[in-house]
């Protein structure tokens, strides 16, 4: 009998394999060509992330990337790549420590990505403008890329509070507290990680993002997806 993880995680699953073409897809797309890593192409790599961001909503209403074209992301895939993030690639969420190097290594690019948006970003449609770089946005990138975080996005922190996760904004205090909850529910997550098809290419933060996400989405079935 599946678990209520195992459950919500493939009933996300399943509407990818109901349309070759999915939207949902270009997660698998972007990651899948991010994971290369030293043989990324640094155009390819700004094109995919941007595809993947528009199809996850980054690119819809006041959004400044909605009026910027792809390369500007270059730096941000520079910054990703670059080695001395190497130890995010493959984090082991049942071994690391609160006050470990990967906690303190993944807020670091956090901030270098906000602050890079906000430092570089200083017209939008040729208006002198401050952009706004939310949560969201540096966890959707994070997640399409290394594949750390999960993207806190309205469903997910939804999904989140309904089972008794508290967050207000990202910090390493709920963070921590997200680990600890993929830690209580390991089995349940690693059986549903296995369930899927290309499951070796899902990061276990993509699949708790699957199992959040989609019992937000259940709770606001009429609302516009992210």
Same mark, same amino acid.
């Given at each position: 009998?599946?678990?209520?993880?195992?459950?919500?995680?493939?009933?996300?699953?399943?509407?990818?394999?109901?349309?070759?073409?999915?939207?949902?897809?270009?997660?698998?797309?972007?990651?899948?060509?991010?994971?290369?890593?030293?043989?990324?192409?640094?155009?390819?790599?700004?094109?995919?992330?941007?595809?993947?961001?528009?199809?996850?909503?980054?690119?819809?209403?006041?959004?400044?990337?909605?009026?910027?074209?792809?390369?500007?992301?270059?730096?941000?895939?520079?910054?990703?790549?670059?080695?001395?993030?190497?130890?995010?690639?493959?984090?082991?969420?049942?071994?690391?420590?609160?006050?470990?190097?990967?906690? /303190?290594?993944?807020?670091?690019? %956090?901030?270098? =990505?906000? $602050?890079? @948006?906000?430092? +570089?970003?200083?017209?939008?449609?040729?208006?002198?403008?401050?952009?706004?770089?939310?949560?969201?946005?540096?966890?959707?990138?994070?997640?399409?890329?290394?594949?750390?975080?999960?993207?806190?996005?309205?469903?997910?922190?939804?999904?989140?509070?309904?089972?008794?996760?508290?967050?207000?904004?990202?910090?390493?205090?709920?963070?921590?507290?997200?680990?600890?909850?993929?830690?209580?529910?390991?089995?349940?997550?690693?059986?549903?990680?296995?369930?899927?098809? /290309?499951?070796?290419?899902?990061? %276990?933060?993509? =699949?708790? $993002?699957? @199992?959040?996400? +989609?019992?937000?989405?259940?709770?606001?079935?009429?609302?516009?997806?992210?």
């Amino acid at each position: 009998m599946e678990t209520d993880i195992q459950s919500n995680v493939t009933t996300f699953h399943q509407r990818l394999q109901l349309d070759a073409n999915h939207r949902y897809r270009s997660w698998e797309h972007c990651h899948s060509y991010f994971r290369q890593r030293t043989a990324v192409n640094e155009d390819t790599a700004c094109l995919q992330l941007a595809f993947y961001l528009a199809s996850w909503g980054m690119y819809r209403g006041s959004s400044f990337l909605l009026w910027k074209d792809y390369l500007i992301h270059k730096e941000i895939v520079r910054g990703i790549l670059d080695p001395k993030y190497d130890a995010l690639w493959n984090v082991d969420y049942g071994g690391i420590q609160r006050s470990g190097t990967e906690l /303190s290594l993944l807020f670091d690019l %956090i901030k270098w =990505i906000r $602050d890079w @948006y906000v430092s +570089n970003v200083t017209s939008v449609n040729g208006t002198k403008r401050k952009v706004n770089v939310s949560d969201t946005l540096v966890t959707k990138i994070l997640l399409g890329t290394i594949g750390c975080i999960p993207a806190y996005d309205r469903f997910l922190i939804l999904g989140m509070r309904h089972k008794g996760l508290s967050f207000s904004s990202l910090n390493t205090k709920n963070y921590w507290q997200l680990i600890e909850f993929y830690r209580e529910n390991k089995n349940d997550f690693d059986a549903a990680r296995t369930e899927i098809s /290309s499951a070796s290419s899902y990061p %276990i933060m993509k =699949i708790v $993002d699957m @199992y959040f996400w +989609n019992i937000g989405f259940t709770l606001l079935p009429d609302d516009n997806e992210e």
